[in-house]
């Protein structure tokens, strides 16, 4: 059993992280007028600085000229997601292909039959009538961008063996849910050792790669990756104006509109460094969060 690959949703790990973070990259500042279009970019020599609001594959382009690995995120509730965030996946991993990256890491692929993580160059095949993720049409598409660059996929989600007689609320507990945590990092770690200094482009669910612990005592993989690997990740946040159906969020709304004219300039889509971001946003535990139009669960 592999919670995260087969549809099940995380009982901890699926709930978006809501705290205040200080971002890391760049500076805090006042935003103004949020409905301007979008900010000129500024680029030095070497990866620069990014400044408001950017296309999301501006803002992955700069985030690989910080650190040699960039996780991003779906939205997914279940077997229901948020399509947009795969689709702007899409976009990610070409960016990244412009970076130089080959590598992309998944927490839905399975193993390999010899117990590795990688590498996978085909899309694993999915027997008629199952259902999860890798059966769903954008997940696919996903998967086929990287591997027609070229690039080959990598498997890290926890190995996680149901016993005989096993109770399943075991996992709904937080102590499997933190050392699941830490398997994916230490997974991680295992495929970057797979391709020393190789870039990694690392595709999550939810906030699995949240750079802070909760209030209940959660650790995100996110958290435990820095200390394992030596590298500080560049995390991308995509679920932050997503409808989980949780309960009206007004500042939502509020937000895009704001933000009408510059999210019309980046297709109905844009990022910003959580240290530019106006509230709530600058408290999302990333380096950059993802605004859309599009935020709907299907």
């Known amino acids: 059993m592999r919670p995260g690959s087969g549809g099940e949703d995380e009982a901890v790990a699926g709930v978006p992280l809501r705290k205040r973070m200080h971002g890391r990259h760049g500076h805090r500042r006042e935003t103004g007028d949020n409905g301007r279009a979008l900010s000129v970019l500024a680029k030095a020599a070497g990866g620069g600085a990014v400044d408001g609001w950017q296309p999301v594959a501006e803002l992955t382009r700069w985030g690989f000229a910080q650190s040699p690995v960039v996780m991003a995120n779906e939205a997914h509730n279940a077997l229901r997601r948020c399509i947009r965030t795969r ?22 692929l399975p193993w390999q039959p010899a117990g590795t993580p990688g590498p996978i160059r085909e ?7 199952q259902q999860g993720y890798l059966a769903q049409p954008d997940m696919r598409t996903l998967m086929a961008t990287a591997l027609d660059l070229g690039w080959t996929l990598w498997a890290y989600d926890a190995v996680i063996e149901a016993r005989p007689g096993h109770d399943p609320a075991e996992f709904l507990t937080m102590e499997f849910t933190n050392w699941r945590e830490r398997e994916q990092a230490q997974n991680l ?46 995390v991308v946040d995509q679920t932050v104006t997503v409808d989980f159906e949780h309960g009206r969020r007004s500042w939502v709304q509020e937000l895009l509109d704001a933000l009408a004219e510059t999210l019309a300039a980046c297709g109905g889509t844009a990022g910003i460094l959580t240290g530019q971001a106006p509230p709530p946003l600058d408290g999302y535990p990333a380096d950059a969060v993802v605004v859309s139009t599009d935020n709907a669960l299907s």
């Open 123 to 129: 899309i694993p095949e999915i027997p008629p009538g």
């Open 189 to 234: 770690c295992q495929v970057l050792a797979a391709a020393p200094g190789e870039p990694l482009l690392v595709w999550s669910g939810n906030s699995h790669a949240a750079k802070e612990t909760s209030s209940d005592g959660w650790v995100p993989m996110g958290c435990h990756f820095p200390g394992l690997s030596g590298i500080d990740p560049f």
């Open 87 to 108: 689709q702007v996946g899409v976009r990610m991993v070409r960016a990244a292909h412009e970076a130089g990256v080959r590598r992309l890491a998944m927490e839905a």
